[in-house]
Nanobody, 117 residues
Framework: VQLVESGGGLVQAGGSLRLSCVAS????????MTWYRQAPGKERELVAR????????DYVDSVKGRFTISRDNAKNTVYLQMNSLKPEDTAVYYC???????????WGQGTQVTVSS
């Protein structure tokens, strides 16, 4: 299993970023996919998830209306469009398979998102 996240960076508050996660080593189209984030000194938290066919999505309350998760099963890729970013969104963002909890113990390197005020 390999999960490769990209698209992070430094952005001012109110800005936007689009994260990508390319997955391999498992049947992507059969798996729900989830974005997590971990801020310094905090536990990793679920941010957004999408069902395997893409018809259902779910978000943590703090990002509802600002973030959009999507997927392209032909490219084995899950995306996270982040708009109206806030300093509290600063974290390392990771993807994994699963809905209620991470399915794979192997995590990617993550992608750093830093939002300046």
């Amino acid at each position: 299993v390999q999960l490769v996240e990209s698209g992070g960076g430094l952005v001012q508050a109110g800005g936007s970023l689009r994260l990508s996660c390319v997955a391999s080593g498992f049947t992507f189209r059969s798996n729900h996919m989830t974005w997590y984030r971990q801020a310094p000194g905090k536990e990793r938290e679920l941010v957004a998830r999408i069902a395997n066919a893409g018809r259902s999505t779910d978000y943590v309350d703090s990002v509802k209306g600002r973030f959009t998760i999507s997927r392209d099963n032909a490219k084995n890729t899950v995306y996270l469009q982040m708009n109206s970013l806030k300093p509290e969104d600063t974290a390392v963002y990771y993807c994994n398979a699963g809905w209620l909890k991470p399915f794979y113990t192997q995590w990617g390197q993550g992608t750093q998102v830093t939002v300046s005020s």
